[in-house]
């Protein structure tokens, strides 16, 4: 019987409890190092939205910093804590836009919100708590980026950025699930829809 999403969930975070902060360092840098290069060299966006990395979640404050550096526009989300709706917030400086906001995540403050159209957003880097090779994710349990992903538009490219121990064999997923086009570990890129159209197994 396959796990249900509540079990893998206590399953990720077992396993990140054995996963070493200096291993989690180096495989930070290599996650920004690939992501900026993709970005760069392949996908050429105009508007990238990124999560502001939290404790347990494949880091990408680097990633950000250098979007801001080569003049790359980026957005960041910021949460209702009444109705856990996400919205997009254009960042221009990392250390004065931010500070904690729901949960004690990194968000605009409420004098530095510049909203963004979601139509415009080309590309989004998604967190999870694991993803599978055909894009799957799973989530912490509120569908807060479900909701968000499923509108926006449709030619936007999903990217989720995780660490390689959080790609599994089969993540449980629903209708209301937004599954990604690719995933971004420190060993590469995934190309999950790709995987997902041949209906190839990993």
């Given at each position: 019987m396959s796990p249900t999403k509540k079990e893998l969930r206590l399953a990720i975070k077992n396993r990140a409890e054995d996963f070493d902060l200096a291993d989690s360092q180096?495989?930070?840098?290599?996650?920004?190092?690939?992501?900026?290069?993709?970005?760069w060299r392949h996908l050429h966006p105009d508007l990238v939205m990124c999560y502001v990395s939290m404790k347990g979640e494949a880091p990408t404050r680097d990633i950000i910093r250098a979007c801001l550096i080569?003049?790359?526009?980026?957005?960041?989300?910021?949460?209702?804590p009444e109705t856990m709706d996400i919205s997009a917030s254009e960042l221009e400086n990392f250390n004065l836009d931010l500070a904690p906001g729901c949960a004690g995540i990194l968000e605009p403050r409420d004098t530095c919100r510049?909203?963004?159209?979601?139509?415009?957003?080309?590309?989004?880097?998604?967190p999870g708590m694991a993803f599978d090779f055909k894009g799957a994710r799973l989530g912490?349990?509120?569908?807060?980026?479900?909701?968000?992903?499923?509108g926006c538009g449709?030619?936007?490219?999903?990217i989720g950025i995780a660490f390689s121990w959080q790609v599994i064999d089969d993540v449980p997923s629903?209708?209301?699930?937004?599954?990604?086009?690719?995933?971004?570990t420190e060993e590469g890129i995934?190309?999950?829809?790709?995987?997902?159209?041949a209906g190839e197994e990993p």
């Open positions: 180096r495989a930070g840098t290599r996650i920004a190092a690939i992501c900026e290069t993709f970005l080569r003049g790359q526009r980026v957005c960041v989300p910021w949460v209702e510049r909203p963004v159209s979601l139509g415009d957003i080309d590309v989004h880097l998604v912490r349990g509120a569908g807060c980026y479900d909701r968000f992903l499923a449709e030619e936007s490219v999903r629903e209708n209301h699930d937004i599954p990604m086009d690719w995933i971004i995934i190309p999950a829809k790709e995987n997902r159209e």
